[in-house]
T-cell receptor, first 117, second 111 residues
Framework: GAGVSQSPRYKVAKRGQDVALRCDPISGHVSLFWYQQALGQGPEFLTYFQNEAQLDKSGLPSDRFFAERPEGSVSTLKIQRTQQEDSAVYLC???????????????FGDGTRLSIL | KQEVTQIPAALSVPEGENLVLNCSFTDSAIYNLQWFRQDPGKGLTSLLLIQSSQREQTSGRLNASLDKSSGRSTLYIAASQPGDSATYLCAVNAAGNKLTFGGGTRVLVKP
């Protein structure tokens, strides 16, 4: 597609529910990244895929967070047993090259705003 | 651990003035540095990417410089317009697979 697409744009869930957030990267992009952005702050890295391989998940805050990219294109970020501190904007980005490619910018979607009540 | 700082956190200027946004980072071993713009409720729009071997990049009214040895980058926006009002974020790619962001500078250009 023309850009990175994320759905849903907004998600409201009750504490304890599971949620799934979807990311469609730019077609053909090798690398896919998930970030979490709290209100008024810069995004923070969660996890990175190169094709279908999850090469870095060091930013996932707990084992309640799980991400997958089974066919190397669409990715899903799942949060189990949500808590209020999970409320944030979740941003997905993709780039045309491996993560260490020094000349490839990351292109971001509009994010999913998650609110946990 | 890489840390990125942006000062000031907020900036208000009259239309037509030049904008100077500062970004500093603690570890100079980076692959590249990227400047983004974020409008309220939106994702990040990439403005400029400077590779570690470069000292500056230009696009229209935007110019970004990079001084790796001192851990600094500056984004200049010439002849600011009200449409330039947004939050500007800088991010460094140091680990090869993720960006580390500053907290952003919120810019308001008054007509």
């Amino acid at each position: 597609g023309a850009g990175v697409s994320q759905s849903p744009r907004y998600k409201v869930a009750k504490r304890g529910q599971d949620v799934a957030l979807r990311c469609d990267p730019i077609s053909g992009h090798v690398s896919l990244f998930w970030y979490q952005q709290a209100l008024g702050q810069g995004p923070e890295f969660l996890t990175y895929f190169q094709n279908e391989a999850q090469l870095d998940k060091s930013g996932l805050p707990s084992d309640r967070f799980f991400a997958e990219r089974p066919e190397g294109s669409v990715s899903t970020l799942k949060i189990q047993r949500t808590q209020q501190e999970d409320s944030a904007v979740y941003l997905c980005a993709s780039s045309n090259g491996p993560g260490h490619a020094f000349d490839q910018p990351q292109h971001f979607g509009d994010g999913t705003r998650l609110s946990i009540l | 651990k890489q840390e990125v700082t942006q000062i000031p956190a907020a900036l208000s200027v009259p239309e037509g003035e030049n904008l100077v946004l500062n970004c500093s980072f603690t570890d100079s071993a980076i692959y590249n540095l990227q400047w983004f713009r974020q409008d309220p409720g939106k994702g990040l729009t990439s403005l400029l990417l400077i590779q570690s071997s470069q000292r500056e990049q230009t696009s229209g009214r935007l110019n970004a410089s990079l001084d790796k040895s001192s851990g600094r980058s500056t984004l200049y926006i010439a002849a600011s317009q009200p449409g330039d009002s947004a939050t500007y974020l800088c991010a460094v790619n140091a680990a090869g697979n993720k960006l580390t962001f500053g907290g952003g500078t919120r810019v308001l250009v008054k007509p």
